[in-house]
Structure formats: C-alpha cells, structure tokens
C-alpha cells in the first residue's frame, strides 16, 4: 500500500513520482527493513508509508534514526479521506523521540471474507477477532488501535457486514 499512498500524496499535492523523478529524485519500492536501512544509512531522504503504531520497523527507525514526521496539509487530508481514508492524529509519543503531534490519514484494515463464508464461521471468526485482542495485539502492535466497539460503523468498514459478524455484534451489545 505504501506505493499507492506515494502516488495519491503526491497527487493531492498536485505533484507525481514523475515530476520527483524528473527533478533527480529515485523511487524503492522495498520492503520495511530495507526502507530502515536506507534511511539510517542516509541512501533515502523520504519514505511514504501506511503503517500502525508500533509496527515493528518504524519502531526501530524511530529508535534508531533521527528522523522528523511530516504531517499532511489539512486540504490533502481532505482529498485523501474523499478517497476513502480516515483522519489520523498521532499524538506527541506515538514513536520513539516525536514530542509533537502528526496529523495524517490511514487506510481502515479490514478482514474480508466471501460472501458465501456461512454466518456461523463469520460470527466465529468475529468473536475470536473481538474477545482475543490482547492476544492479537500482543503479536501485532499495528491492531492496537482495533476497537471492537466501533470498528462494524460504517464509516470505519465502508462495505456491507456480513451477517454473521452483525449478528456476533448485536448479541454483544456493540450495535443496536
């Protein structure tokens, strides 16, 4: 996702990988360790990313390098969110050595499953999801900011709820 976030903030901009490549610039397209690595080793100025808090290789370069958080113009935010993203706010101590806010936007991460999955595997698999978080975010830092109480709302979903979640949601208080 991170090369399709470059384009579109770069679009929102009104600028494009292109026109950064013209003026001399180079575009990785490479996984998180190398994006640490050529950062820390000053081979890259800039990386455009979609991760969560705690997501291990931002941690490390945060750790790591001295390294600044941009955050977008509230007018890219606007654009972008049009485009079906969520306002992000990653307040002072997010990450290792940012003492101040970022304002951003992120990508909802969803767990789709096909239509022909039968309501009881789906109200399983959301029981499992929602009475299992501690567990979950335990082994993956980036589902820290999973909360089961809104993440069925439409606004954070933006595609039909399979009945069997809904109806895991419904019997648990979390939707009327």
Known sequence: LGEVITHMILEAYGSSVEEVISWGGVMHNVAP?????????????VTFDHVGEGQAATSE????????FISLSEEVQNK?????????HM???????QNYDVRAVNAPVLLLVNENVSDEIAYLITKALIENKDSLVESYAGLAPFDPATAWTPDKVQV??????????????MMQ
């Not at 972008?80 to 992000?88: E, M, N």
């Not at 039909?160 to 019997?171: F, I, N, Q, V």
């Open 33 to 45: 360790s190398d994006i640490v690595n050529l950062l820390r080793d000053n081979r890259a100025d």
């Open 61 to 68: 370069l945060a750790l790591t390098t001295d390294i600044r």
């Open 80 to 88: 972008l969110v049009d485009q079906g993203f969520a306002r992000r």
């Open 91 to 97: 307040p002072a101590g997010t990450w290792a050595r």
């Open 160 to 173: 039909p709820l399979h009945s069997g979640a809904e109806r895991y949601y419904r019997e648990n208080g």
